[in-house]
């Protein structure tokens, strides 16, 4: 609502039109502006930048791993088959590959420093 009330009449500046969304300059925020937004905020908050199609990976992902007693919640969420979302989009084995390898690196690491023991 404030969006709409506030926020959108001071983009538009004047201009009409029936777009939802508001570029700065008062056009229609266009779905390459939308990805470029997400970019340079992702970019910002967690300095790599990515576009809006890395979240339907991660919907994908995350709800295999953290929900695996839902197998169809991913599908539901990005209206595609269950078998889409296993073809392209479910990344859990490089999740867990990931998790692996930082697990065997800290490991290792405490490893390395224990303090030698000498016998004499």
């Known amino acids: 609502r404030h969006y709409l009330g506030v926020v959108r009449p001071q983009l538009l500046n004047r201009l009409t039109h029936d777009a939802f969304w508001v570029a700065r300059h008062g056009g229609p925020l266009t779905a390459k502006g939308i990805q470029n937004q997400v970019f340079e ?17 991660s919907v994908a992902t995350g709800a295999a791993l953290y929900l695996p007693g839902s197998p169809g919640l991913a599908a539901s969420m990005l209206g595609i088959s269950a078998d889409i979302v296993e073809q392209n989009y479910r990344r859990t084995g490089q999740v867990e590959a990931a998790m692996s390898y930082a697990d065997l690196i800290e490991q290792k690491s405490r490893q390395r420093l224990r303090p030698i023991e000498r016998t004499v």
């Not at 992702?42 to 790599?48: L, M």
């Not at 930048?49 to 339907?56: I, K, Q, S, W």
């Open 41 to 57: 905020r992702s970019r910002k908050r967690f300095g790599q930048g990515f576009g809006p199609h890395c979240f339907r990976h």
